[in-house]
């Protein structure tokens, strides 16, 4: 497959604990961007990392991209019941992006 | 208020008739895109379009039609030849491709 892969498809952690979810992709890219999704709901856009890039900031998320090894990761700290969605990486396939199947993560209270 | 918009939330489709999702973004954005959603799975391009009165074919075009006529507007029209179009559709923008995307609430079609 040519899609951006997600690792693991699912991960059920406690509160307070990190989350790591990891992208697997098999073409060279532009950049990469990771979504979350709400049960029943639209995308919400979290981070684009560029090919350039390693490492990208947003609060409590970090994104880490290496193309050598053509993956990329997404840890969010000291998580939240709120955190509780799946999470999506978007990889940059010529003038579009393909989307992966998904990480579904759950924070139990 | 800024953002991308989906009408109906809930579309129910009976057998062999068309039906038509909305999708309208006041974001000043040139690229709109329609994606199809199936339980637990990613998305997948059905069309997209770079500008006004041009539009793409994406992974899964047949049975799907789209037209942009106007910059905030990029309806999807489900057609009778689509033979499986229980979904979850979402619809999103961006100033250009391969830009951020921003996502609409989505529309679920079910057959009756």
Redesign the interface.
């Known amino acids: 497959s040519q899609?951006g892969e997600e690792d693991p498809q699912a991960l059920s952690i406690q509160e307070g604990e990190n989350a790591t979810m990891n992208c697997s992709y098999k073409t060279s890219i532009?950049?990469l961007?990771w979504?979350r999704q709400n049960s029943?709901?639209?995308?919400?856009?979290l981070i684009?990392i560029r090919s350039n890039e390693r490492e990208k900031h947003s609060g409590r998320l970090r994104v880490t991209l290496d193309t050598s090894k053509k993956s990329s990761s997404l840890l969010i700290t000291a998580s939240r019941a709120a955190d509780t969605a799946s999470y999506?990486c978007?990889r940059?396939r010529g003038?579009?992006?393909?989307?992966?199947?998904?990480t579904r993560l759950s924070v139990l209270p | 208020d800024g953002g991308i918009t989906q009408s109906p939330k809930y579309l129910f489709r009976k057998e062999g008739q068309n039906v038509t999702l909305s999708c309208e973004q006041n974001l000043n954005h040139d690229a709109m895109y329609w994606y199809r959603q199936d339980p637990g799975q990613g998305l997948r391009l059905i069309y997209y379009s770079q500008i006004v009165n041009d539009f793409q074919k994406g992974d899964i075009a047949e049975g799907y039609s789209v037209s942009r006529e106007k910059k905030e507007s990029f309806p999807l029209t489900v057609t009778s030849a689509q033979k499986n179009p229980t979904a979850f559709y979402l619809c999103a923008s961006s100033f250009g491709l391969r830009e951020t995307q921003y996502f609409g609430p989505g529309t679920r079609l079910l057959v009756l």
């Open positions: 899609q532009n950049n961007q979504y029943g709901r639209g995308l919400v856009h684009l999506f978007a940059g003038q579009n992006f393909v989307f992966g199947p998904g």
